[in-house]
């Protein structure tokens, strides 16, 4: 096998995918495929993965269609991990190409019915399944317990209200603080009222129980269009925000303020003009960001006002950290995936959440059966839909913008919040968590004042806390 | 023991005991004591917290006369009796004696906390120095510096008579570690690569000259490894690397194996799993059951052979795990009890899951890169279980960047050396130094601009991305090639 390029009949076998890939003579069905072990099998979807967002990426929308088809007879949603993460990848390509036509687009998914309950039972999974929300649960409400030490009046805004079992867990921690429960004051916001519904029932039992002084506000609204005042923060009162996986959605408007202030007029999604001009602005504004950081504290992104793009550089989630900032929360909790989704190219994300999802798919592997019916929903409407949105998405659409640590760091650390080392006890009480998962893929590293959950070494999600800055 | 630090203490005003009265510390009981695990103390122990002074202290006891100090008052006893001196040695009183365990009195430690205190007087004192102290005793043969006599003792002891020589000119004491070493040494696979081409030794299954060998290695990985010595082996196999693979080809899984290379971080498992560490050891002796017949199969003569046979049969390696047909039903037990798993106290399946996926891939490995016929005579597969996700792309990273160079052998070379953890940055370097080969498309145009702008993400991948360019261009020239010629020979079924 490792031999010199003059004995052709056993060259590698990347080599002779290469040269199958795309001979179409091979003639359709390819019975061969059907014959791969595992691995190869493996290693050859990654390869045709790479060929057709090549494909795509490019435009060369013939070459990309046979590679689909190739794929398609190897991927499925029942087999192993990679079979899995292609059949999501291709579903997610072939999404993008669709939308080139939008009409074609629309007509596919308009019909589509999502159900509250699923997304729901989905996210109880993803919780259930995963160690990644509890331990995040536990740091949280450990860093709130200890902050609100001697507090009365305590406020807890939570950015995405969806899973009570974090406040119940809180609401039981306070009750048995030695000089008694504060009056908790809850305010949760989703775009489902369903959801905040049955969170206020769960959450003012579990107090009422407890005989603690609680109330549960709700509130219907989408987090880029949130009313900062409806939060009706009070003076006097101790406020600790939580936001579990919201903050990189705010990053997709960006995209739609660059594009309006730069003449270019294409639509046109698979276009490489598009994707040149967004990655030269996005490192523009790369730079921008941490120009400022080298030049020292500039407490607001307005003296940023130097560089040409500062007009527009109000960025959507820079406002919204400042006005959260104006807020004065003692303690604000981060919870944010760990990888960079939000490559400008669409070869950068392809390759960048092939190894996250590779990751994620990993561990459903090693801890879940592969006949079961809770891994299959996960896989395809958490992560299956997550990766549709990393790689069929361009601009306001793309709302999974995930972003490395360091730069979440910046980002608020521009936004005057300074972060706050999570206590010691809580880490522990994590590390235990983690251990009762019984899986040793898990690993949990701390660096940078932040908790970040790996899998066999793959950051994946970060788990930071944050105080007001002066 | 207790007792006399007790007092010492009181006396050195810096210690809060919560012990009190004169115990004489426990003599040997004929029951074996029950151990708790390290660092999750008996509940109702009784917790004593010493100042670093106390810890630190020895030979408190001295003889008036010679003024020799013990360690202990009952040696200080005893040698008074050599200078006829009134002497008496306490009895153990005889109630019953409590269970104490012991708090390490620096703030940042993990055992400082209570519940997460040391059982034994001298292991703290140990872990004291270890971690918190100075390393004062240097081996003089080598550099290593130790805070702890008795470690220091134990290293000079073996430093300078290492038994194990890798071809790379590494020496090693550790048979463990070398094996661990060996598997990722880039030295061996252009040995083995060479080697390749020699017509392969009878490898089947007999009856087992070494197996005899195994439950010797059992015993050296079931008694008590020290932590980082168990750690390493687990660790970088955890990255699921294909490791040398099964029974066929002791060349070929080198260079498999060499092929892994060290993307596993340096990082090891964080302290608190020393019980995962030590259930490692005790690992599914089922799975190393079926080692022993792959073991002697593979160990025929030469050298290399033999350390790859130790390899297939050192548990902690978690590779022993990597080689018979029978796994996959193994492996579905396993995952469903993984399924389950409210099992908090079974440490066996999740252990297992690593050398399982190794298992697999091993399987697999032998099957990309081996001649086909010796699989098919090996074994009939039957369907295997996957290699992780996760492998597998780091697997296409290595081919992809090694295929730019137009010849797997230089880009495995090539890439033998230094990958850090994250597999991507390194091989971002190395990739941008090859070049990209065959004529410029709009493809690889396309690539070239998109990783000098954003910086490519992941090296290798890019690199096979490139390779694609390439083998496009392959195809179009090869566009009349039967796709039988080489389905049989190269893709390597059976």
């Known amino acids: 096998m490792f031999q010199d390029e003059s004995s052709s009949v056993t060259s590698s076998p990347l080599q002779v995918f290469s040269m199958m890939s795309l001979s179409p003579n091979l003639g359709s069905p390819y019975p061969w495929l059907r014959e791969l072990k595992s691995e190869e099998r493996g290693l050859y979807l990654i390869h045709l993965l790479l060929t057709c967002a090549n494909h795509v990426a490019t435009g060369s929308l013939e070459n990309a269609n046979i590679a689909l088809e190739q794929i398609s007879q190897l991927a499925s949603p029942d087999g192993d991990t990679m079979q899995r993460m292609a059949a999501y990848f291709t579903e997610a390509l072939a999404d993008r190409i669709l939308k080139a036509w939008p009409g074609l687009h629309k007509a596919l998914n308009s019909t589509r019915i999502t159900l509250v309950s699923e997304e729901v039972l989905v996210r109880k999974l993803f919780f259930e399944m995963f160690p990644f929300l509890k331990v995040a649960l536990v740091l949280t409400n450990q860093a709130i317990i200890e902050a609100m030490e001697g507090e009365k009046m305590v406020h807890i805004i939570d950015l995405n209200a969806a899973e009570p079992a974090q406040w119940i867990a809180l609401i039981q921690a306070l009750s048995a603080r030695p000089e008694g429960p504060p009056h908790l004051r809850i305010t949760g916001i989703h775009q489902q009222k369903e959801v905040l519904d049955q969170m206020a029932h769960r959450l003012t039992e579990e107090a009422e129980k407890l005989d603690i002084p609680f109330q549960f506000n709700p509130i219907v609204s989408k987090l880029e269009n949130l009313d900062i005042e409806?939060?009706?923060?009070?003076?006097?009162?101790?406020?600790?925000?939580?936001?579990?996986?919201?903050?990189?959605?705010?990053?997709?408007?960006?995209?739609?303020?660059?594009?309006?202030?730069?003449?270019?007029?294409?639509?046109?999604?698979?276009?490489?003009?598009?994707?040149?001009?967004?990655?030269?602005?996005?490192?523009?504004?790369?730079?921008?960001?941490?120009?400022?950081?080298?030049?020292?504290?500039?407490?607001?992104?307005?003296?940023?006002?130097?560089?040409?793009?500062?007009?527009?550089?109000?960025?959507?989630?820079?406002?919204?950290?400042?006005?959260?900032?104006?807020?004065?929360?003692?303690?604000?909790?981060?919870?944010?995936?760990?990888?960079?989704?939000?490559?400008?190219?669409l070869m950068e994300r392809l390759l960048e959440s092939l190894y996250s999802y590779a990751a994620l798919f990993d561990c459903l592997e090693s801890t879940v059966s592969r006949a079961s019916l809770e891994r299959l929903k996960v896989e395809k409407m958490l992560f299956g839909e997550e990766i549709k949105n990393i790689l069929a998405c361009e601009g306001a659409e793309r709302k999974e913008r995930h972003e490395k640590l360091e730069k979440w760091i910046q980002r608020l650390d521009l936004a005057c919040f300074g972060n706050v080392p999570l206590s010691y006890y809580g880490m522990l009480q994590a590390r235990r968590l983690l251990q009762g998962y019984n899986c040793d893929g898990y690993k949990m590293k701390e660096g940078n004042g932040s908790v970040v959950i790996c899998w066999q070494d793959r950051p994946l999600f970060s788990i930071s806390a944050w105080r007001c800055r002066k | 023991m207790p007792v006399d630090l007790d007092n010492s203490s009181i006396a050195s005003g810096e210690a809060s005991v919560s012990s009190s009265g004169n115990q004489n510390p426990p003599p040997k009981s004929t029951a074996k004591k029950k151990r708790n695990l390290p660092g999750m103390p008996d509940p109702d122990s009784e917790v004593i917290a010493l100042s670093p002074k106390t810890l630190l202290a020895t030979n408190r006891f001295v003889c008036e006369i010679c003024n020799k100090g013990f360690q202990r008052d009952q040696n200080l006893q005893l040698h008074r009796r050599g200078h006829n001196l009134p002497w008496k040695l306490k009895q153990r009183s005889s109630k019953e004696v409590k269970k104490r365990v012991y708090v390490c009195p620096e703030l940042t430690c993990v055992h400082h906390d209570p519940s997460r205190a040391l059982g034994d007087l001298t292991g703290i004192k140990k872990h004291f120095c270890r971690k918190h102290g100075e390393k004062k005793w240097n081996c003089d043969k080598c550099s290593k510096k130790y805070a702890v006599q008795s470690d220091w003792k134990a290293h000079s002891k073996i430093c300078g008579t290492r038994e194990y020589k890798c071809d790379c000119g590494t020496l090693f004491s550790r048979r463990d570690s070398f094996i661990t070493h060996r598997a990722f040494c880039e030295a061996l696979a252009e040995e083995s690569a060479r080697a390749q081409t020699q017509p392969q030794p009878q490898n089947q299954a007999v009856a087992n000259p070494n197996s005899d060998s195994d439950p010797k290695v059992h015993a050296l990985d079931s008694s008590p490894p020290s932590a980082p010595a168990v750690a390493p082996a687990p660790a970088p196999v955890q990255v699921s690397a294909p490791t040398p693979a099964a029974p066929a080809l002791p060349q070929s899984t080198s260079v498999i194996s060499s092929s892994v290379l060290p993307i596993q971080s340096s990082e090891l498992p964080e302290n608190p799993t020393p019980i995962v560490e030590e259930a490692l050891a005790p690992a599914p002796a089922g799975v190393n059951g079926n080692c022993s017949s792959s073991t002697s199969s593979v160990s025929n003569g030469s050298s290399s052979s033999s350390a790859f046979a130790s390899l297939f049969a050192s548990p902690t390696a978690s590779v022993s795990a990597s080689l018979q047909p029978p796994q996959p039903l193994a492996f579905t037990d396993l995952i469903q009890a993984m399924g389950r798993s409210d099992c908090p106290a079974d440490l066996a399946p999740s252990t297992s899951t690593e050398p399982i996926s190794l298992c697999l891939s091993t399987n697999h490995g032998s099957s990309i890169f081996g001649t086909a016929g010796q699989e098919r005579r090996q074994y009939a597969p039957p369907p295997q279980p996957a290699m992780s996700a996760t492998a597998l792309l780091q697997k296409a990273a290595q081919m992809g960047a090694a295929a730019t160079n137009a010849s797997l052998l230089r880009g495995f070379a090539g890439l033998g050396l230094g990958l850090p953890c994250d597999g991507s940055s390194g091989l971002r370097e190395l990739m941008m130094g090859t070049p990209v080969f065959g004529p410029k498309q709009a493809t690889l145009d396309f690539l070239g601009l998109g990783m000098a702008a954003g910086g490519s993400p992941n090296g290798g991948l890019s690199a096979l991305i490139t390779s694609i360019g390439s083998g496009l261009d392959v195809a179009a020239a090869a566009a009349s090639f039967g796709g039988g010629d080489f389905t049989s020979k190269d893709i390597g079924r059976s």
């Not at chain 1, 950290?321 to 190219?345: I, R």
């Open chain 1, 230 to 345: 409806k939060l009706r923060v009070k003076t006097g009162e101790a406020l600790a925000i939580s936001s579990v996986l919201q903050l990189h959605s705010l990053l997709a408007s960006d995209d739609e303020l660059i594009r309006k202030k730069l003449p270019l007029a294409s639509n046109n999604l698979n276009g490489i003009h598009l994707q040149r001009a967004l990655q030269m602005n996005q490192s523009t504004l790369g730079e921008l960001l941490e120009k400022d950081m080298v030049n020292g504290y500039s407490p607001s992104p307005d003296s940023a006002s130097s560089s040409p793009l500062s007009s527009t550089a109000s960025l959507k989630v820079d406002s919204f950290l400042n006005a959260l900032w104006g807020l004065s929360p003692k303690l604000m909790l981060v919870t944010e995936q760990d990888s960079n989704h939000n490559g400008s190219t």
